[in-house]
């Protein structure tokens, strides 16, 4: 089939100005004679490209020049492991508000080192909601408070999130950033793979206020130090460098696009759109979040008969629409609706499913 | 400038068949609507992907059924850190043997939390050759001993590694990994980065006998438990997926060009063709490695009087040759001559040495 409009949670659709960048350029890259894949990361050519993305990194998020920005290797899940390794002394407290399957994860990779407690939670109403700010039971000593922007799998979102007080407010913004602005200066770490708002699969980005950095942290391999990446320019080690590349052009064309603003009113319309098809169907198609915390990214939603799931999934594919089943852990639809999928996506899925309906209604 | 003869320690070069079948594949991957580099790693046609590049680099590397093979992100700096974490009790004995650069890393990414000792290193004689085995003061409790099959900086290589005794032997085949037949089963752990000779930058392989992932290690996130990451398949969280399609491209490439036997004989041909032309140069040319345990893959050489370097470099490039300068901790030059370095490109590099010792010697 030809290029479909594609859902995929991640990693996701990608601007085909992007693709068709990396195409042309995939044998020789400007005057290396070389493809961008085959050069030394520590050349000039490349040091060019990595210092590139993250000036327009930088533009693009309004990022104060009190935080480094780190472009690392290992995902989200490696940065969840290494946040108490370089923020937290042995056994300290750090605070976790939990508010979907991510939130546990970040909880999971630093049970080993420290006290990782969970001080709110929405699990028990399935993650319908996040956990309004006066249940938070932040403890006094807390190394940090971890909270996830955007839940790719519940599709739940802080809209905003809140203040959490002394300890420095830690944020996955995995499948959230870039989206709308923020005022990073709130925050004391955002961290996100990139494989859904910010480019391709293989690498991550950390973004540190830069006084943490000098925080002891706890015994790690030299390669595990953010202070020291920091100060390496994220090449401790040879870095994924063509990952890095295509973050640099995904992020050009963020920039080309509008910016921040933009993006904010396109994600706003294409979730309009989708949640009031959702909303209009008359229960045939139902999303469960509470309203105020719906996600304007990841839009999970369930056919009133799951029967009707694999000819939904059938149908639409004919249609040019991929990569619309949901996580494992819900079932159903999940609808991912990044910056890169654009709103005439979201116009043909909303129609092919009011044509869905009509047809098994 | 149109595509170089590229001698890059790393990334490096790519077979040319493997870049245009990248770039043929950048929009559209199979049936799936989009690229490669947009779909899920938990949908059929990734893991159709992954399980394939597996396949074929067991085939290419007889590796026993014995052996887990993993596919990681971080490069084989992160190995080194894991190495202690997964296979060595707290504070145990891990037995290093030195041979360059790399065998000093790996010990500082594991002195946190084992006794890296170093029991053998031919450091004083500027790694110019490697440490004897009779010169080697092993431990009798050592977690695994560690060696680097291959120095990528002082193009320092073993030929062939020594056994150990007891205690299993861990080898970073970074830059040699596929160069020639191997009996992994004289190893514990074998691992590689894949930007030299297993592909793209941005994916590592670690190849470790089963029986080592029941070992406790110590204390550790989830993320960075290799038994973990084999019971999952390598997909604990996304992996560099687009990185592992390049590298199952590479692999394959290697499968239908003979495999490692005649990749075996282009390296030998290789070597000797550039060592030759060092050694028959009169002195213009110098390499000071012992000649038993020169590299075959990284050829550092010396021009007589330094002061050309800088017109060695600027002509060699007008020739169509790039990537020749020495690492900064040697200077010189060097020549990195993995399996994607066609036999001509060291044909035109020894004509070129010849003819500027002519216009210059």
Redesign the interface.
């Known amino acids: 089939?030809?290029?479909?409009f594609?859902f995929?949670?991640?990693?996701?659709?990608?601007p085909?100005a992007v693709?068709?960048r990396?195409?042309a350029e995939?044998?020789?890259y400007g005057?290396?004679?070389?493809?961008i894949?085959?050069?030394?990361?520590r050349?000039a050519d490349f040091i060019a490209v990595a210092q590139r993305a993250e000036a327009d990194l930088r533009t693009l998020l309004s990022i104060p020049d009190d935080y480094a920005v780190l472009f690392t290797?290992?995902?989200?899940?490696?940065v969840?492991?290494l946040l108490p390794l370089n923020f937290a002394a042995p056994g300290q407290a750090c605070d976790y508000v939990v508010s979907g399957h991510w939130g546990k994860t970040a909880i999971?990779?630093?049970a080993?080192?420290v006290d990782a407690r969970t001080v709110a939670s929405s699990e028990a109403g399935g993650f319908r909601d996040v956990p309004a700010r006066e249940t938070w039971q932040l403890s006094n000593d807390a190394a940090y408070v971890h909270v996830t922007a955007n839940e790719t799998i519940h599709g739940v979102e802080w809209q905003p999130i809140p203040e959490a007080g002394n300890a420095p407010l830690v944020a996955d913004f995995s499948s959230s950033i870039a989206s709308e602005p923020l005022d990073i200066s709130k925050f004391g770490i955002v961290y996100a793979?990139a494989?859904k708002n910010l480019g391709?699969?293989?690498?991550t980005v950390v973004i540190v206020r830069r006084d943490l950095l000098e925080r002891a942290g706890q015994?790690?391999?030299?390669?595990?130090d953010y202070r020291a990446h920091a100060a390496a320019g994220s090449m401790?080690?040879?870095?994924?460098?063509?990952?890095w590349y295509?973050l640099g052009l995904t992020v050009k064309w963020m920039l080309d696009e509008g910016g921040v603003e933009e993006f904010a009113r396109r994600n706003a319309a294409k979730a309009k759109l989708l949640y009031s098809a959702i909303d209009n169907s008359g229960g045939f198609y139902r999303n469960e979040v509470a309203v105020g915390t719906r996600s304007r990214m990841n839009v999970p939603f369930f056919l009133h008969d799951p029967a009707l799931d694999a000819l939904f999934l059938s149908e639409a594919?004919e249609a040019?629409l991929?990569?619309l089943k949901g996580h494992r852990v819900l079932g159903g639809m999940r609808v991912s609706i990044y910056n890169a999928m654009p709103e005439a996506g979201v116009q043909t899925l909303t129609t092919f499913m009011q044509e869905f309906q009509k047809a098994h209604g």
């Open positions: 089939m030809s290029r479909a594609n995929s949670p991640g990693p996701a659709t990608l085909e693709l068709r990396a195409q995939m044998l020789e005057n290396t004679g070389a493809s894949l085959e050069i030394s990361h050349g290797s290992g995902g989200a899940t490696t969840q492991a999971k990779q630093a080993h080192c793979g494989q391709p699969v293989g690498i015994p790690r391999a030299p390669i595990f401790l080690n040879t870095p994924p460098s063509w990952n295509v594919k040019g991929v990569a």
